[in-house]
């Protein structure tokens, strides 16, 4: 496939600049894989194989990595490259890495050996715990070997590994297999397969102790980590030749590397076919401030990497997405979000449906999860927006496939969170029958977007009636009047409750400040109940299909003070820079980190929102695209290809947080689309 991201010697020969870029590789059951271009360790998760041996969970480090050493005309040449405690690095193997660039979403590593020439490829295969690493020799005066380790490990994706912690060294067992060796932690444990297309496993069975893994202790967190040598590959490559190592759960694993590529090849050229026709315009002749085509491309592939599969009694082949990479799991509120611009915008009605359906069978007293846990199969609940995602989910997927059938079947669940934040539910959360607004909030929850929690302190708690929880609600209310007249039943209800709450939501606007309060009738802590502090998430109220309404001048002033204030080139600040909680560095120990999480922090999946209602406000297609390009600029920095989840507050807007997250992928993608339709809009609605 074409290479849309592409560095050179300047980036892979630095080892600053290819350690602090990554890849990230999936294969949609929850696995994935990613490291470093220079091949160095610097997370916990790094590693070739991290099966979700529960999909889309229970993710486990299987093979950590290969590093290579080739000789060639009497010369030893490192791949690989290795950092220990004390800041001992070995293997330089950056030093011969003469280019790295994506085909697709595989990352592609072009080493120069004197005259020799070899390319690495890493991909999974979808729907399989299986990880294919190939060497190809594609330029050479005479025949080379090639050794290569094969370094392992079984453990929680989340954790590290110290090797005497017992005061034994614990073994991994290896055991022959015709094709090569199966790798078996413990009794009990999941085994894998490590297999080759020709060559030699040799078992080492040698502990490789500290790594030093620099970004889990820039977090604060445990940043020593010991793998396992099992075996080493021997073997030689004339020019043309080609050697594929498998790392598999799968003892009968295809070991044709080049027919293994080919169907991922294949894979991914569907998922553009598809994207392709929700766009059928050509996108080179859009506008020339980035290279559209190119970018969309990498976003479309971008976003397939966080669909996966969750099958539940009711149904087996349920869908669901992951959150982020490389810690996150499945969030309901993270899915609804993204699920517009992971499936709609990119062709992908099919995908979407599951994933609606799969949420459906987890609702409980009104409320959708807020997350499934890794440790078993309880979620949590802790939540009051997720729910109201659902709403708009439901109603970007009917009125892009006109799907009635799915309303008909979701709607009695719609009508039960409707009647159960009537009412009242968890948390407190329940209408106020005075101003038809929702309350939500105990002391000790965190319930909106903004949940960073350390221990007993809720950072953000925002207990009362947040701006943009109210700004969802009347949606939902507002849909569900749509839903109703869609259905041929009564609509009278649901628009009585939003009409009550959208006269409600008049308490929001404060004149004197030009934009709205962030929360209102807070139980204490502020003047009247009421934040004043300059949130982004008041753009909800805007950007919403059927939010409040706001007069010409409201939505004007938000617009222009969050632009002011919010913007950068990375996406918005969660907090404006002149509140004196303003924190505008992410970093150090969990307790530094959250709180900064919502404190300044830049979060990009909010330009969707911002150019949403710039768009709505001003109307220019144009001036609204550049915000984004700063964005698909990030695409050739952090993790290759997709998006990060945070950025700094303060400049330069370093990347932190998950370096791939769905919402950042998916807002860019769905605020893209609007740009392109905003000048011919066309009426799908109900």
């Known amino acids: 496939m074409q290479a849309n991201i592409t560095f050179g010697r300047a980036i892979c020969s630095s080892l600053t600049e290819a350690t602090e870029r990554e890849w990230l590789i999936t294969n949609?059951?929850?696995?994935?894989?990613?490291?470093?271009?220079?091949?160095?360790?610097?997370?916990?998760y790094h590693g070739y194989l991290l099966a979700a041996l529960n999909p889309p969970l229970e993710?486990?480090?299987?093979?950590?990595?290969?590093?290579?050493?080739?000789?060639?005309?009497?010369?030893?040449?490192?791949?690989g490259c290795d950092r220990y405690s004390g800041g001992t690095t070995t293997g330089h193997g950056y030093?011969?890495?003469?280019?790295?660039?994506?085909?697709?979403?595989?990352?592609?590593?072009?080493?120069?050996?004197?005259?020799?020439?070899i390319e690495k490829r890493i991909w999974m295969q979808p729907g399989e715990n299986t990880t294919y690493t190939s060497y190809r020799l594609v330029r050479a005066s005479a025949p080379l070997n090639i050794s290569i380790k094969a370094i392992v490990n079984h453990r929680n994706h989340h954790h590290t590994t110290q090797s005497n912690a017992t005061g034994k060294p614990w073994k991994i067992q290896t055991k022959a297999h015709p094709r090569g060796l199966k790798v078996q932690a413990f009794?009990?444990?999941?085994?894998?397969?490590?297999?080759?297309?020709?060559?030699?496993?040799?078992?080492?069975?040698?502990?490789?102790?500290?790594?030093?893994?620099?970004?889990?202790?820039?977090?604060?967190?445990?940043?020593?980590?010991?793998?396992?040598?099992?075996?080493?590959?021997?073997?030689?490559?004339?020019?043309?030749?080609?050697?594929?190592?498998?790392?598999?759960t799968q003892a009968t694993s295809n070991t044709d590397g080049n027919s293994a590529l080919k169907e991922r090849e294949k894979y991914e050229r569907n998922l553009l076919d598809k994207a392709a026709k929700v766009s059928p315009t050509d996108l080179d002749t859009a506008q020339q401030i980035?290279?559209?085509?190119?970018?969309?491309?990498?976003?479309?592939?971008?976003?397939?990497?966080?669909?996966?599969?969750?099958?539940?009694?009711?149904?087996?082949?349920?869908?669901?997405?992951?959150?982020?990479?490389p810690w996150f799991g499945d969030w309901g509120r993270d899915t609804m979000i993204a699920l517009p611009g992971l499936t709609l915008a990119t062709g992908r009605p099919e995908i979407a449906k599951p994933i609606l359906r799969t949420f459906s069978h987890y609702l409980s007293q009104g409320m959708l999860p807020n997350a499934f846990p890794e440790a078993n199969n309880t979620p949590g609940y802790n939540t009051v927006d997720a729910t109201l995602w659902y709403f708009e989910a439901i109603r970007a997927y009917v009125e892009a496939t006109q799907d009635i059938a799915l309303l008909q079947e979701l709607f009695p669940v719609l009508q039960e969170i409707v009647e159960w934040h009537v009412k009242g539910t968890r948390y407190s959360i329940k209408c106020d029958t005075q101003d038809g607004l929702l309350y939500a909030g105990e002391p000790g929850a965190q319930l909106t977007w903004?949940?960073?929690?350390?221990?007993?302190?809720?950072?953000?708690?925002?207990?009362g009636k947040p701006v943009e929880i109210n700004a969802l609600w009347i949606n939902a209310l507002s849909c569900m009047a749509r839903f109703s007249r869609a259905l041929g039943k009564s609509e009278i209800e649901y628009a009585r409750l939003a009409a009550q709450a959208a006269s409600g939501?008049?308490?929001?606007?404060?004149?004197?400040?030009g934009y709205c309060y962030d929360v209102i009738d807070a139980p204490d802590g502020h003047s009247s109940g009421r934040d004043a502090a300059l949130r982004p998430n008041q753009l909800f109220a805007i950007s919403l299909p059927y939010g409040p309404v706001l007069s010409t001048f409201q939505q004007k002033s938000i617009v222009n003070v969050c632009a002011q204030h919010l913007v950068t080139s990375h996406g918005l600040r969660s907090l404006a820079q002149s509140h004196p909680d303003y924190t505008g560095t992410y970093g150090g120990n969990p307790l530094k980190r959250d709180g900064a999480y919502h404190q300044g922090t830049v979060w990009s999946w909010l330009i969707g929102p911002f150019v949403q209602a710039h768009l709505k406000v001003y109307n220019n297609p144009a001036i609204a695209r550049t915000f984004l390009t700063p964005l698909i600029h990030h695409?050739?920095?952090?993790?290759?290809?997709?998006?990060s989840e945070i950025f700094d507050g303060d400049q330069p807007f370093a990347p932190r947080g998950a370096f791939a997250q769905a919402w950042s992928v998916a807002e860019v993608l769905r605020a893209w689309q609007l740009i392109e339709e905003s000048s011919d809009p066309k009426n799908n609605s109900l």
């Open 635 to 643: 695409l050739s920095a952090g993790c290759a290809g997709t998006l």
């Open 95 to 117: 030093r011969n890495l003469q280019s790295f660039h994506l085909e697709g979403t595989t990352p592609t590593w072009t080493y120069a050996c004197a005259d020799a020439l």
């Open 450 to 463: 903004m949940d960073a929690k350390v221990e007993d302190w809720v950072v953000t708690p925002r207990i």
């Open 187 to 248: 009794d009990g444990a999941t085994p894998f397969y490590l297999l080759s297309s020709k060559g030699q496993l040799f078992p080492a069975n040698k502990w490789y102790q500290h790594y030093f893994l620099t970004q889990e202790k820039y977090r604060g967190l445990q940043h020593l980590d010991d793998h396992f040598h099992a075996a080493t590959l021997k073997t030689n490559l004339a020019q043309g030749d080609t050697l594929t190592v498998v790392a598999s």
């Open 505 to 513: 939501f008049e308490k929001f606007w404060d004149s004197d400040l």
């Open 59 to 79: 993710r486990t480090l299987l093979l950590t990595k290969l590093d290579e050493v080739v000789q060639y005309q009497g010369t030893a040449y490192p791949l």
């Open 290 to 325: 980035i290279q559209p085509k190119q970018d969309l491309t990498q976003l479309v592939l971008a976003a397939d990497q966080f669909i996966v599969h969750r099958a539940t009694p009711e149904a087996p082949d349920g869908k669901t997405t992951i959150a982020g990479y």
């Open 28 to 44: 949609g059951t929850g696995s994935y894989g990613c490291g470093t271009v220079s091949g160095i360790l610097t997370r916990c």
